[in-house]
């Protein structure tokens, strides 16, 4: 979008935050489903809700997925065995799940949102918005993938200028490195994935992905 740079036409489109802006014309183009709302849905999310192409026997089999990776924790000895590990987790995703990476840099947290977008089957290869703090992705169904990336948050008024909000509690896949950067703003339900180095064995990463839900909180 236009020549001052802020905003990349699709297919990839990407949004950066200027200080001077406070808002988002890109979000302008997006196309919305209204989506149907599934009765005890696990998004765990305030709507749990299907998508329009989403048949019942797939949602069964996103919830066994999803109960698959409630608490989940296994050692990739390779880059190919992190892609498998995304791709199964992608496959359990719902509209509206936020899932908060943590990890140290390099750990492979954009490597596994590039996995899980292939997945998903976004348009767009996904790409570090290290300088962009979101990116935005979609499906030819029109699902809609937030990718954040908060190592260079500057400040509160940075965040509060983003309206994270719309992004979090709306019918988009939401995935956010650096969570721990914004931790207090992130949903009480989300998924969390936790990458992990492993000494001397520089393919390998210890990869651990829990589901957060309010209940759990409020214990
Ligand atoms: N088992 C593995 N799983 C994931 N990535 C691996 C693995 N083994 C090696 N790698 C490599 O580690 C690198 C991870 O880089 P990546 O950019 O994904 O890290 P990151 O956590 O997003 O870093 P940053 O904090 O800078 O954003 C990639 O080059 C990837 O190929
Ligand atoms: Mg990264």
Same mark, same amino acid.
């Given at each position: 979008?236009?020549?001052?740079?802020?905003?990349?036409?699709?297919?990839?489109?990407?949004?950066?935050?200027?200080?001077?802006?406070? +808002?988002?014309?890109?979000?302008?183009?997006?196309?919305?489903?209204?989506?149907?709302?599934?009765?005890?849905?696990?998004?765990?999310?305030?709507?749990?809700?299907?998508?329009?192409?989403?048949?019942?026997?797939? +949602?069964?089999?996103?919830?066994?997925?999803?109960?698959?990776? +409630?608490?989940?924790?296994?050692?990739?000895?390779?880059?190919?065995?992190?892609?498998?590990?995304?791709?199964?987790?992608?496959?359990?995703?719902?509209?509206?799940?936020?899932?908060?990476?943590?990890?140290?840099?390099?750990?492979?947290?954009?490597?596994?949102?590039?996995?899980?977008?292939?997945?998903?089957?976004?348009?767009?290869?996904?790409?570090?918005?290290?300088?962009?703090?979101?990116?935005?992705?979609?499906?030819?169904?029109?699902?809609?993938?937030?990718?954040?990336?908060?190592?260079?948050?500057?400040?509160?008024?940075?965040?509060?200028?983003?309206?994270?909000?719309?992004?979090?509690?709306?019918?988009?896949?939401?995935?956010?490195?650096?969570?721990?950067?914004?931790?207090?703003?992130?949903?009480?339900?989300?998924?969390?994935?936790?990458?992990?180095?492993?000494?001397?064995?520089?393919?390998?990463?210890?990869?651990?992905?829990?589901?957060?839900?309010?209940?759990?909180?409020?214990?």
């Amino acid at each position: 979008m236009g020549a001052d740079g802020w905003c990349r036409q699709r297919p990839s489109l990407q949004v950066r935050l200027p200080a001077n802006k406070l +808002t988002f014309p890109c979000f302008r183009f997006k196309k919305r489903y209204k989506l149907p709302v599934a009765d005890g849905g696990v998004s765990g999310l305030t709507a749990p809700v299907i998508h329009p192409k989403q048949t019942p026997a797939m +949602t069964e089999n996103k919830n066994q997925l999803q109960k698959k990776f +409630t608490s989940f924790t296994k050692l990739a000895t390779t880059p190919a065995e992190t892609e498998r590990i995304a791709r199964d987790f992608a496959a359990g995703l719902q509209p509206g799940d936020v899932v908060a990476f943590f990890g140290d840099l390099g750990s492979g947290k954009t490597f596994f949102i590039k996995s899980l977008c292939r997945a998903l089957g976004t348009v767009q290869e996904a790409t570090s918005p290290s300088f962009t703090i979101i990116n935005e992705y979609f499906t030819p169904d029109d699902l809609f993938v937030y990718h954040f990336d908060f190592y260079r948050l500057e400040d509160e008024q940075e965040l509060r200028n983003l309206g994270l909000d719309e992004f979090f509690y709306n019918d988009y896949i939401c995935l956010i490195e650096w969570a721990d950067k914004i931790l207090l703003h992130l949903p009480e339900n989300r998924w969390e994935v936790w990458l992990q180095f492993v000494p001397h064995q520089p393919e390998s990463r210890n990869i651990s992905i829990f589901k957060k839900t309010d209940e759990e909180n409020e214990r």
